[in-house]
């Protein structure tokens, strides 16, 4: 059973370590005190993603935000990014930080590798926090191409294209159109060179039967939110209302965002968080 504290002003604390999890080292960010909250961030990302996030709850929720392996301030490892390893590294961090009752709160790829993550160690996990999650839609042969097209511009990026920091600036003012978000856009934009061969790997991934995870979903014991987006023109809410309102129990949250309501509508993000984790408490507490 979750217990929440009643609400303070945010606690500014932060811990930063390296865990070794599963053959990777992972930079782990701490922040707060309260029940735990593990922040995985989408592809390209980090753990940065979140800062403000922590800032503003912090004083309520103990989050611990995840730099994926070659991003943020995480080491590089040889096995290429997917959603299933990514869930590998988590489960391996629940264990190594003794984490119980936690919630998850993914972003894109941080969302199926929190799908996969609460069916692997149900006894870990409290709730689940879906933005604008990978994993919800068919990889129908549309998706297939798709994502395989744009695998071949991360590559190209990866090999020194002359063209790519102008396309992946333009591509993320979709990604994160709002003025909210411009302060991360940009440092998510300045590290493209670096983070292309990770974004590679990950769209190559997304193109596998594997990469369907509507029937692991579906599996879940835990409460899940979905905290979409609605601009978001990757993973349109369109393509996965119909299954999330299939989910018993689920609650949707949407917002007037892009790829991550967290960092583009702030204030509205954090009533929905709030009330969600709210009602993960037992009857009467």
């Not at 020194?160 to 411009?182: H, I, K, S, T």
């Not at 999330?244 to 204030?267: K, N, Q, V």
Request: hydrophobic letters at 45%; glycine letters at 10%.
């Amino acid at each position: 059973m979750i217990d929440l504290p009643a609400l303070s002003p945010a606690n500014d604390l932060r811990e930063v370590q390296l865990l070794e999890v599963r053959g990777a080292t992972l930079n782990v960010i701490r922040c707060g005190s309260g029940p735990p909250v593990v922040c995985l961030h989408a592809t390209g990302h980090g753990a940065r993603d979140f800062d403000r996030l922590t800032q503003r709850l912090g004083g309520d929720f103990t989050f611990f935000s995840l730099d994926w392996p070659g991003q943020g301030d995480s080491q590089r490892e040889a096995i290429p990014a997917s959603a299933g390893r990514y869930a590998e590294l988590v489960g391996g961090a629940l264990e190594a930080l003794d984490l119980k009752d936690a919630i998850l709160l993914g972003n894109s790829i941080g969302g199926a590798a929190a799908i996969l993550c609460a069916a692997s160690h149900p006894d870990r996990v409290r709730g689940l926090v879906l933005c604008n999650s990978g994993g919800l839609i068919p990889v129908n042969l549309f998706i297939r191409m798709f994502c395989r097209h744009m695998a071949r511009r991360f590559e190209k990026g990866a090999a020194g294209d002359p063209a790519f920091p102008a396309w992946f600036r333009r591509f993320y003012r979709q990604v994160l159109p709002l003025p909210e978000a411009a302060w991360r856009r940009e440092e998510i934009v300045a590290a493209g060179a670096r983070t292309a061969p990770v974004l590679a790997q990950a769209w190559r991934s997304f193109a596998e039967p594997a990469a369907d995870l509507r029937p692991v979903l579906k599996g879940l014991s835990a409460p899940v939110l979905f905290a979409w987006g609605l601009r978001d023109r990757i993973l349109p809410w369109f393509l996965v209302r119909g299954l999330a309102r299939r989910i018993p129990g689920a609650r949707i949250a949407l917002f007037d965002a892009g790829h991550s309501a967290f960092l583009e509508t702030p204030e509205a993000f954090d009533a929905a968080f709030l009330d969600f984790a709210r009602s993960l408490r037992g009857p009467g507490t």
